[in-house]
């Protein structure tokens, strides 16, 4: 049998695995435990990261959006603000801890339709069926991601929106209906609306509509272009005739004299060598904050230890360091205040989290940066344009962007959060499904998938063992237990 009939027939031994209905019913087991798992960390908690909640009590008093600078988060985009408000004015609760878990609750609902996404996007991704059960494993039981959700922000509202307007893409590129047009559309211009960061996705995705015209349009003719200018425009005015003014970018120009101000005040930047540090340091170089991951120092401090300038542990002035710690264990930001913990055994959990997680986030940090190559080659050599890969590069590579220019920018080591980048959990589900699916293809022995399925299946008890003990702690701070 020659190399391409032994191709041919493991694809279609893998499309077995794909249609498999066997394969549905743990993935929807998932899906159930870790709504249980949202749910009830949505009724015990009462605090969330930054307090959003001040904005929508000035929505509900006064029936206005707040102007940037009133309060600590009234620089954001209002959607996720005025429709927690809409929604409490219409069950008519007036005490402040009702309004709190209602709007927990609501966002714990958006969370699982994330989830959802996510589920389907997985369900017709051509890997194997262990391979999507364990992807899909890994974002459902992710503490940060579980965290965020059960926490009163407008997170949960632009991971929906993005997602939606990836899979809207995603399906357009692949079909040109014109359901998943408009849904792209509706999605973009929602996300812009629900947070700042929201815009990443609708600049990745126009980028590339246009590599798409540019690349793809001369082998498809004069029409193809045409149409697909066409749409670009009805897009292009839809959402910069909503965006700019419902989102008070317009607003915030006018007053500030920027439409992204935010509540922190810009560090003078960095250097790329020499050590230099602000009034709270993360970004104390380019060198030593991009170019740099201690994972020894993670394992040794596997939590921020304080928030205190004179205590800097090297973790703490590594931007990939911090997003790795914060997107894998729910108690390494220790914050908010009730969340933080000094148990030893949450935190030699924290540690084995942090060795375990090296797995897929290396499987699908190589298959992002391979894609990136590719990618680059099919340009270079006018190759055919596949629109699905071009996707999930440009929307993850762009938040990842995001993020070191915003941590660039600001300094702080607050600015590197894990959550900037989680818009992007779909395209995270397409590297990380690919990236273990091509250690599945390539470990053939029984014992070396095993000891994968163990790590894998280690990985998500222990996220679920740190959640447990969060919702259990603060169950008993409220003298629940």
């Not at 909503?242 to 915030?252: A, D, E, L, S, W």
Request: with cysteine; aromatic share 14%.
């Amino acid at each position: 049998m020659d190399s391409k009939s032994r191709i041919a027939e493991g694809l279609e031994k893998l499309s077995v695995f794909t249609h498999s209905r066997m394969g549905l019913y743990p993935m929807l087991g998932v899906l159930g435990v870790s709504a249980i798992l949202r749910y009830t960390l949505a009724i015990v908690n009462r605090e969330a990261n930054d307090p959003h909640d001040q904005v929508v009590r000035i929505i509900l008093r006064e029936s206005r959006l707040p102007h940037a600078g009133e309060t600590w988060e009234s620089f954001q985009p209002k959607l996720f603000h005025w429709t927690m408000a809409q929604g409490i004015r219409l069950l008519g609760l007036t005490a402040n801890d009702a309004q709190t878990v209602f709007m927990q609750i609501m966002n714990t609902t958006v969370g699982i339709l994330v989830l959802l996404c996510v589920f389907f996007f997985l369900r017709r991704l051509p890997i194997a069926e262990p391979v999507r059960f364990w992807s899909l494993a890994l974002m459902a039981f992710n503490p940060k991601l579980i965290g965020i959700d059960a926490q009163a922000t407008n997170d949960a509202f632009v991971f929906l929106f993005a997602s939606l307007a990836i899979l809207a893409a995603v399906e357009f590129f692949r079909t040109d209906r014109f359901g998943c047009f408009i849904l792209l559309i509706v999605a973009t211009i929602l996300a812009g609306l629900s947070k700042g960061n929201g815009l990443v996705v609708f600049v990745a995705l126009l980028g590339v509509w246009i590599l798409r015209m540019a690349v793809g349009g001369w082998r498809k003719g004069r029409r193809f272009i045409f149409s697909s200018l066409l749409f670009l425009g009805v897009w292009l005015s839809a959402f910069f005739l909503i965006v700019p003014y419902f989102g008070q970018y317009i607003q915030r120009y006018r007053e500030n004299g920027s439409p992204f101000v935010t509540n922190l005040t810009p560090d003078p930047l960095p250097s790329l060598f020499a050590r230099s540090e602000t009034g709270r340091p993360g970004v104390v170089s380019f060198s030593e904050s991009y170019l740099s991951f201690p994972i020894i120092n993670l394992l040794e401090t596997p939590m921020i230890v304080s928030q205190e300038d004179e205590i800097n542990p090297a973790n703490r002035t590594s931007l990939w360091a911090q997003i790795y710690g914060r997107a894998n264990f729910a108690h390494f930001d220790q914050w908010p205040e009730s969340w933080q913990t000094d148990n030893p055994i949450i935190l030699d959990i924290g540690r084995c989290i942090l060795v375990l997680a090296l797995l897929p986030t290396l499987a699908g940090a190589l298959c992002f940066l391979f894609n990136i190559v590719k990618n680059s080659i099919t340009l270079l050599t006018k190759a055919k344009f596949e629109e699905e890969p071009w996707v999930h590069t440009l929307v993850l590579g762009g938040y990842i962007l995001f993020v070191m220019l915003y941590a660039w920018e600001y300094r702080n080591f607050n600015t590197m959060k894990a959550i900037f980048i989680f818009p992007a959990l779909i395209s995270m589900g397409y590297f990380i499904g690919n990236g273990l699916q091509a250690v599945y293809m390539r470990v053939t022995s029984r014992l070396f998938r095993s000891i994968m399925h163990l790590v894998l299946g280690s990985l998500v008890f222990f996220y679920i063992l740190d959640i447990s003990y969060l919702i259990l702690q603060l169950a008993h701070d409220r003298q629940w237990l």
